[in-house]
């Protein structure tokens, strides 16, 4: 039987009925079915953690607190929940503020909770343990919302809002800061005013909008729906109108498989690319849903349409956003496409709709193959290798963005985690592993650039530790050769960019895991079933230069 560091078993402490603030916290928590943490135990939060036993809550302890704000991401992707990470106060807090910048960019619903000084002692700056100038501050400069609590009321508020927020408009982080001796403090707080509350509807979108977005397209000639992030939640309401119109749909990387990218009217995750870009872009009607079109997934500054432009967006801030509409409708991505296809009267789908996303899908890859050769040529093979309905979360790395997430095709949203705006290193494999609790039925891979991995590479234990199946791709072209080709093009002599490789199948193994090599597809495709078969910690070193297709 484990002990704890008093040498008691653990067990016996599993239902200690203290009913502290930390406690009322995290059942609140739970009451809206959040069933996993993500986090570090550390001096100041220990009431945060007494209670998870006790309320079924897994507890996930990665070895850096951005790992666990990554690995919350990537379980919330895929449990439809926002991810909860758990830090310190100062140091933890901080620590976990990149993957509150990730959640923040890429629109997705994350609560961060930390313990704060104690009540009366802010800005004391006397040398108390994790002491900080101000952390509230500093998390709400990052988060969409930040709350310094009061009372034990307060705290389940806290809690009770972040839920009505995610539900009701852009969801994206929120920061809840509990005063040390509040954490610790009992309370005799009722169970009413913990348990889940409903969560409020989202108005109707206006039937006037609706009316003319439905004239608009039922006109077209030439119609294309492009997704974004906030069109995750209605694919089939998508696929439904893009068949009546015969409209191809070309998607975010955030919407990516929001169609199954094996749909005739699919486009793929490609607006980075020119010749799903200027389909969109050329459209006589384009429908754009749920997204701010911004620079990072257009790769260029604006798209600027040419045709009549319809967007719905959550937010009627965003309809106007790098993109002016000529219908704007505001409100829920699910309900607006429902709205807008029930407005339509009964009619053909635009002939030839089918053939023109298929020449439009040949001329993505040629453009792919053309870009960066090597790394469309890996990408394929990796695709190739990997099992169906593996989950594959991806990093900043130029195999990442430069050809698996284009060649790489997915039945459904949230398969590929991923963070197109904030372009984090570090994020693939915390990701994998947080998928992998979510969803332990499907093949959890992380695919990831050497540079990328170094930064995470830490969550090797974590996924021994919490005896989860992840394999990691590792592709290793000797350090950052994005930015060293940068430089070429800056005409800087490469410096800082060329960088020593770790044997990365041994390092693998020395974790508890197991590591092999490929240097061919025929051993990539045999490395890959070995792992899904092995299980556990698995990692597939794949020196690039040497790899031959």
Not at 24 to 53: K, Q, S, W
Not at 291 to 317: F, H, N, Y
Not at 330 to 359: F, K, N, Q, Y
Not at 457 to 480: A, S
């Amino acid at each position: 039987m484990a002990a704890g560091t008093t040498g008691v078993p653990a067990g016996e402490f599993a239902t200690e009925p203290r009913r502290t603030t930390g406690w009322v916290l995290m059942e609140a928590l739970r009451g809206y079915g959040v069933d996993a943490v993500f986090g570090i135990p550390g001096t100041h939060n220990i009431e945060l953690y007494r209670p998870l036993r006790a309320l079924g809550i897994r507890a996930i302890t990665t070895r850096h607190e951005q790992g666990a704000g990554y690995g919350a991401d990537g379980w919330s992707l895929r449990s439809g929940l926002p991810g909860v990470v758990i830090t310190t106060s100062g140091p933890g807090l901080l620590n976990a503020l990149s993957a509150a910048g990730t959640a923040y960019c890429e629109s997705r619903p994350m609560i961060i909770i930390a313990p704060g000084p104690a009540r009366g002692a802010e800005f004391a700056d006397i040398g108390t343990l994790h002491e900080t100038k101000d952390q509230l501050a500093a998390a709400s400069a990052i988060v969409e919302h930040g709350v310094r609590v009061q009372t034990a009321q307060e705290a389940v508020e806290a809690v009770h809002d972040a839920f009505e927020r995610f539900a009701t408009t852009r969801p994206r982080p929120v920061y809840i800061e509990v005063p040390l001796d509040l954490l610790e403090e009992t309370t005799d707080l009722p169970a009413a005013a913990v348990a889940a509350r409903p969560l409020p509807s989202i108005a109707a979108p206006d039937p006037g909008a609706v009316a003319e977005a439905a004239r608009l397209l039922a006109d077209a000639a030439e119609p294309v729906i492009l997704a974004g992030g906030g069109a995750r939640g209605a694919a089939s309401e998508l696929r439904e109108l893009a068949e009546r119109l015969g409209a191809p749909v070309v998607t975010t990387l955030n919407a990516k498989g929001v169609l199954d990218e094996r749909h005739p009217l699919a486009l793929g995750a490609n607006l980075r690319l020119a010749a799903a870009r200027d389909r969109a872009r050329d459209a006589d009607v384009l429908l754009v849903v749920g997204s701010k079109l911004g620079e990072a997934e257009l790769w260029v500054e604006r798209l600027e349409a040419r045709g009549r432009v319809i967007r719905i967006d959550l937010l009627a801030s965003q309809i106007d956003k790098n993109q002016r509409a000529d219908v704007g409708i505001v409100g829920d991505a699910a309900a607006s496409l429902a709205a807008i296809r029930g407005a339509l009267e009964a009619g053909d789908p635009v002939a030839g709709a089918a053939e023109t996303a298929r020449r439009t899908r040949d001329a993505v890859r040629a453009e792919v193959a053309e870009l960066s050769p090597q790394n469309a040529a890996l990408a394929g093979a990796i695709a190739g290798a990997l099992p169906e309905g593996a989950v594959v979360a991806t990093d900043s790395s130029q195999i990442a963005y430069w050809g698996l997430l284009n060649t790489l095709r997915v039945a459904e949203p949230n398969a590929t985690p991923y963070m197109a705006t904030y372009a984090t290193l570090g994020y693939g494999l915390p990701a994998a592993l947080g998928a992998r609790v979510a969803s332990p039925e499907r093949p959890a891979f992380a695919v990831v650039g050497d540079g990328a991995l170094m930064f995470s590479m830490q969550e090797f234990i974590t996924v021994v530790e919490q005896r989860l199946d992840v394999t990691v791709i590792v592709v290793d072209n000797g350090g950052y050769a994005e930015i060293k080709q940068n430089e070429l093009d800056a005409g800087v002599a490469p410096i800082g960019v060329d960088l020593v490789q770790p044997d990365w199948a041994a390092v693998a193994t020395a974790f508890g895991g197991t590591g092999s090599r490929a240097s061919t597809t025929a051993e990539l495709e045999a490395a890959v079933a070995a792992a899904v078969a092995g299980g556990g910690l698995q990692l597939i070193h794949i020196d690039q230069s040497a790899f031959a297709a």
